[in-house]
């Protein structure tokens, strides 16, 4: 609950935070985590945020939290009439595509577990390629025989497909329900990791 401001001067003083707080985050190129603007505004920022984002709820540009970081966003029923086309000149190729998907679902997951659920040799280049978008990070290394890396994703890919929270990812239902689920073995692993019997890798990817 906003606390209710009645002294004129601790009004005009959160009034100057409000604002400070609205010129931080639109001066920003990125999403701002609370302790950073915290540092700048005080420690009442999840207040004023939860206040910020009251005042721009029904206006054409909201904050939305993505991730731990917040920024201000085009409202999401304006999207289709600010969408332009353009030529992308590289698409994700399968392999990235498939891979994402699974450290998204499974995180998190290392090297031998995605090789696992898509049964194939995964190339350093795909990693590479998602780390590059900013998707996908090295996360703690797994205390078993060799330590192996693990990879999770980041507030970046979550700002990216305009999820507040990896709980907003659409269950396997709903990708069913869309038709995106076929047959594909990366696919049918997306049910559980638990459930996917170790496949011998086949060749590596082509990116």
Known sequence: MIKEVT??????????????????????????????????????????????????????????????????????????????????????SRAAIETLAIVAYHQPVTRAEIEAIRGVTTSKGTLDILMEHGWIRPGRRRETPG?????????????????????DLPSVEDLRAAGLLDSRPVLLGLGGLADDAPAAPAPADED
Not at 153 to 162: E, M, P, R, S
Request: proline residues 7%; aromatic residues 6%; without cysteine.
């Open 147 to 167: 330590r192996p890396l693990t990879w999770v994703t980041t507030d970046h890919f979550l700002d990216h497909f305009g999820l507040e929270t990896l709980r």
């Open 7 to 92: 002294n004129p001067e601790e009004v005009e003083a959160r009034i100057g935070k409000l604002r400070l707080l609205e010129a931080l985050l639109f001066a920003s190129a990125d999403p701002l985590d609370e302790e950073t603007l915290a540092a700048r505004v005080g420690p009442d920022v999840p207040a004023l945020l939860e206040e910020l984002r009251a005042h721009y709820a029904p206006r054409g540009v909201n904050l939305a939290r993505t991730g731990a970081g917040w920024s201000f966003r085009t409202a999401a029923d304006l999207a289709p009439l600010l969408r332009q086309e353009e030529e992308v000149s590289k698409k994700l």
